[in-house]
């Protein structure tokens, strides 16, 4: 079910991995963010979006994991994008033979059988560095950085104040390095570029978990950070901090 936390902005939450798939409301239709991760969700949010009279116009997934680069036949042909290293990652991945086998390997046995392979990946490219997203809607910019994985990024919803947070802020998971290039920088590279545009946030939309309000994403911003510092990361150990499983 699609639940409204801003104007033009509603939130559908996954069971299993409590992903968010955002949906932004724009002139002639809707920009998805990171579709779902089960055959049924995705059909689910494509009935819901027709009921309402909202074709999809576009996609963005925010990182290039498993879970956040699904697509439904349901969800239509509309191009589906990502930062040039996130959609340089998938190609990486679909020129391999088997990657279908190494793919559906990660998938979480509750939901294998159902997380539909078909248009997995299938992310185009914006230009190295873009700061904006092409499509006929709220003004929408890209907050890339390496915290997470490579080409990871959050969206800011300006005309909107919400922050699409990608794999940072969640109340549900520990922050995963990114373990290429310089992890230390990168991993803080991250919370410094959230806190950056925390003035012009009201409501905070993360990967995985419930959305905040108002201060909330700031206690959760130095929380974040704070968990990065903990060296007991580094060696493998939780952090004191709520876990409820972990996402790719």
Request: hydrophobic share 40%.
């Amino acid at each position: 079910m699609l639940e409204q936390v801003a104007e033009g902005v509603r939130v559908h939450r996954s069971e299993l991995l409590e992903n968010n798939t955002v949906v932004v409301h724009g002139t002639d239709g809707v920009l998805v963010v990171d579709a779902g991760i089960t055959g049924a969700e995705m059909s689910c949010l494509a009935g819901d979006l027709r009921e309402l009279g909202l074709p999809v116009v576009a996609g963005f997934s925010r990182h290039p994991a498993w879970d956040h680069v699904l697509w439904h036949a349901e969800l239509g042909e509309a191009p589906r994008h990502g930062t040039a290293r996130c959609a340089a990652s998938q190609r990486e991945v679909l020129a391999e033979p088997d990657w279908k086998a190494r793919v559906a390997e990660r998938l979480p046995p509750e939901i294998a059988e159902d997380t539909p392979l078909a248009l997995y990946g299938l992310v185009t490219g914006l230009p190295a560095g873009a700061t904006r997203l092409p499509w006929d809607g709220p003004e929408v910019r890209i907050i890339e950085h390496t915290a997470h994985a490579p080409g990871h990024a959050a969206l800011l919803i300006e005309e909107r104040r919400v922050l699409v947070a990608g794999d940072m802020l969640s109340d549900v998971f520990v922050p995963v390095f990114d373990d290429t290039g310089d992890p230390v920088e990168g991993c803080l590279a991250g919370p410094a570029a959230l806190e950056g545009v925390a003035d012009d946030v009201d409501v905070l939309v993360p990967g995985h978990g419930s959305v905040a309000r108002g201060e909330e994403m700031r206690a959760r911003t130095a929380l974040d950070r704070a968990t990065r510092r903990w060296p007991g990361t580094a060696a493998g150990r939780r952090p004191p901090r709520r876990v409820r499983g972990r996402p790719a």
